[in-house]
């Protein structure tokens, strides 16, 4: 037969069943790694997995957990995210997910929203912000369990995680197939989790996903990459709470048998050199901080900022030589991306690729397959770059309610600037009058919780799911995102600019990190404009110009530390001024003449999760941002 025993791990079966087959067809197999409190490596296999998450279920049960009761999890990645998660729905459970980083309102929003009887919550300190959220008027919590061990507390609401194995032990004494009764009972359409979305323009929808839309994404991610070998390692650092690394990332290494390295955007850049994973899901905002500091690690003189630009112009040579009429290059797993290029090229890049791209892989662990990107246009220029590097970026396009990827770069076919074609032939897609991308498939969501009116405005008559987002065709099937419908900003006379097209222009500046364009019913574009301030310290010091430290504050929350916020004075001076205004007018140059950024104001310090202007996957909330800074933007059209 032609697909004999490829891709065995292909089924579509509910998680806690995928759960359950890795568990007792591959019990030594190392399941999760991570890194403990002390730095220690921690190592589980399938079926030491499998047993935590069993005694959890169980615990769950003796306290009273019903099939189709919602529970909700608010924690950063870590192996507790997946034995909670596992432990819901292995009880018959709906796992509602809330990101760490959200306010009390907010989790008091989801929790009665949801109609939670219990709640997951990774530590004291999350306990501490949420109890009261949890204890509001209309809240159904009952129990409330702390994701550590020998958590002490005088709450009798409250129990930690080696309580709830105690009890699930104590239950499975005197019901030893309570667990694999409710797991056995599931129905594939029965609901598996509400994910509530980032609520970029307004409130968060909870959407519905069902065992059968989890398992059909699962089985779709994993048909279009190559087959998983014994030792792949996925490393998962973006949060679990986002269906994109819950079931991209995790729920592809449950369904391939792969082993699970735990990380975080903090200590990515550590425990890259120590799992050396060979894929990952990410986002582009870590794409760029990652090359952004290859870059200034190569600037340190020179001697090698000039080596480092040498080799990457030869890398990007070779890739634009690799590219056919349509701009498609192949990067098929080994396969040589000199394959085909002139002699001397290629002695140029293995001599770079010695001296410069080697070491920048082994930064990365040395044994990177591929990487992927989405919630979120890559630049294709940074997808170059890194494609010149030896690594090999795929770019996929999906939402919260189609359980992520709709349409992909294949690994033999990447068109860096486009999100590839439909994935998958048991998914639609097709390009409705107005340009906006409509799809259908198995792994489409079911519904809004609670909100039938949003449901219904999802899809047109014919059943399909309308994304609100404009795409183009390029070639061959390949779309490639305009903007979201309501991130076109329509001038007053008319004229249509794509935000996505500006923002996307200054990904690769070293002096700017986000833009966020302006200009629906004005006259023109304006814009807001967040620095890159490492990259003027940096400048600062080197050309002896003065700046109070004392105004700035540091976060390491990301792929690499950076700085903030730096204060007034910092940012207004003459030569910081100078600087952004060149790299606006860099951009201008490339844009039409209705498009250029006429006015613009520049911020002090930077959007992040916490501060309320980003979502957990570092997009931009437009609203937040419009009305926090409503006066400001008035003042640039008079």
């Not at 190559?226 to 994109?244: G, K």
């Not at 020179?302 to 290059?329: C, S």
């Not at 897609?429 to 489409?444: F, S």
């Not at 009116?453 to 390949?478: H, N, P, R, W």
Request: glycine letters at 8%; proline letters at 3%.
């Amino acid at each position: 037969m032609k697909y004999a025993n490829r891709k065995w791990y292909i089924q579509h079966m509910s998680a806690p069943a995928l759960l359950h087959r890795n568990m007792f067809q591959y019990t030594e197999g190392i399941s999760q790694m991570w890194r403990d409190e002390t730095g220690t490596i921690r190592k589980l296999t399938w079926g030491e997995t499998g047993t935590i998450v069993k005694k959890l279920s169980a615990g769950l049960i003796s306290l009273g957990l019903k099939k189709g009761d919602r529970v909700a999890i608010m924690c950063n990645t870590s192996p507790r995210w997946m034995w909670s998660d596992y432990a819901i729905l292995s009880a018959g459970g709906v796992t509602v997910c809330i990101y760490p980083t959200l306010s009390e309102h907010e989790v008091e929003f989801i929790l009665k929203d949801s109609g939670s009887t219990m709640f997951f919550v990774e530590d004291g300190e999350i306990l501490e912000k949420v109890t009261a959220a949890s204890k509001a008027k209309g809240s159904k919590v009952k129990h409330i369990i702390v994701m550590q061990e020998n958590f002490e507390t005088k709450d009798k609401k409250v129990l930690d995680l080696e309580k709830l194995k105690e009890l699930g032990v104590a239950q499975l004494v005197k019901d030893r197939f309570c667990v694999d009764d409710r797991w056995k009972s599931l129905d594939m359409k029965d609901n598996m989790t509400i994910v509530y979305t980032s609520g970029t323009t307004g409130l968060p929808k909870g959407v519905v996903h069902t065992h059968d839309s989890f398992a059909a994404a699962c089985c779709r991610s994993c048909t279009h990459v190559n087959e998983a070998n014994d030792d792949d390692v996925m490393m998962s650092f973006l949060p679990i709470s986002h269906t994109y690394e819950r079931q991209c990332g995790h729920g592809t290494g449950v369904i391939a048998c792969m082993t699970l390295a735990y990380s975080s955007p903090k200590t990515l850049i550590e425990d890259l050199k120590i799992f050396k994973p060979t894929m990952f899901m990410s986002v582009p905002r870590i794409y760029e901080r990652i090359f952004m500091a290859m870059r200034d690690t190569a600037s340190k003189s020179p001697v090698k900022k000039a080596l480092f630009n040498a080799a990457l112009n030869t890398g990007l040579q070779v890739v634009e030589k690799r590219a056919d009429k349509d701009g498609f290059i192949d990067r098929t797993e080994g396969l040589s991306l000199t394959a085909g290029v002139s002699p001397w090229l290629k002695f140029k890049f293995a001599l770079f690729d010695k001296l410069i791209f080697q070491k920048v892989r082994d930064g990365l662990g040395g044994r990177l397959r591929f990487a992927v990107s989405a919630a979120g246009s890559l630049s294709p220029d940074l997808c170059k770059t890194f494609m010149a590097m030896g690594i090999t970026i795929i770019e996929g396009y999906g939402a919260t309610e189609t359980w992520n990827e709709i349409t992909v770069n294949h690994i033999d076919k990447i068109l860096p600037g486009s999100v590839g074609n439909v994935a998958v032939s048991f998914i639609e897609g097709r390009i409705a009058e107005d340009g906006e991308w409509q799809v259908k498939g198995p792994n489409v969501f079911k519904e809004y919780w609670n909100n039938p009116k949003a449901t219904k405005e999802a899809f047109t008559d014919d059943g399909f799911y309308k994304t609100g987002d404009i795409v183009e065709m390029v070639a061959d099937g390949y779309i490639k995102i305009v903007d979201r419908k309501k991130g076109l900003l329509v001038l007053d006379t008319g004229k249509n600019v794509p935000s996505a097209k500006i923002e996307s222009m200054f990904a690769l500046s070293k002096y700017i990190d986000i833009v966020v364009p302006i200009g629906s019913d004005r006259k023109y574009i304006s814009a807001i404009v967040i620095p890159n301030f490492d990259s003027f310290i940096e400048y600062y010091n080197e050309n002896g110009i003065a700046y109070d430290k004392s105004k700035m504050e540091f976060s390491d929350e990301g792929a690499v530390p950076m700085c903030i916020k730096v204060g007034g004075e910092f940012v207004n001076n003459n030569e910081f001024k100078r600087i952004i205004e060149e790299e606006i007018q860099k951009v201008n140059a490339e844009l039409e003449s209705y498009e250029v950024i006429k006015k613009y104001m520049v911020l002090d310090y930077k959007f992040t999760p916490e501060s309320g202007e980003l979502t957990p996957t570092l997009k931009v909330k437009r609203k937040v941002v419009m009305d926090r800074y409503k006066k400001e933007i008035d003042a640039m059209y008079k």
